[in-house]
């Protein structure tokens, strides 16, 4: 079964355009993009059925522009994805990343 373990590299697709995003779930889960980390709350992880697991989370930003997000994922084996929900009249952006296999020092 997958794991939300580790760090995941990924790419939020928005109206402002791509933003990196890296989400940590090593300790207390973060999420840093634009040169801001914020925690993740209310991280959820919800029932499915084979390899994949599925989590929600939230995130309060302020770059670059200050708004609440929402996220639905996916994470199957090393690969997320899912999207990004910014209040009730923004669409949602699609999000998709991978599961760092080696960090830098």
């Known amino acids: 079964m997958s794991t939300l373990t580790g760090v995941w ?18 300790g207390d889960p973060t999420s840093t993009a634009s040169g801001e980390t914020v925690p993740l709350t209310e991280v959820t992880t919800l029932p499915q059925d084979g390899t994949a ?27 997320l994805q899912g999207t990004a929900k910014a209040g009730m ?13 080696h960090t830098t020092s």
């Open 53 to 79: 697991l599925s989590a929600r989370w939230g995130a309060d930003v302020t770059k670059p522009l200050p708004v609440h997000l929402d996220f639905t994922v996916t994470f199957d084996g090393d690969e």
């Open 89 to 101: 009249l923004m669409p949602s952006g699609e999000l998709r990343g991978e599961r760092r296999t």
């Open 9 to 26: 590299d990924a790419t939020l697709q928005t109206p402002l355009g791509p933003i990196a995003i890296v989400f940590s779930f090593d």
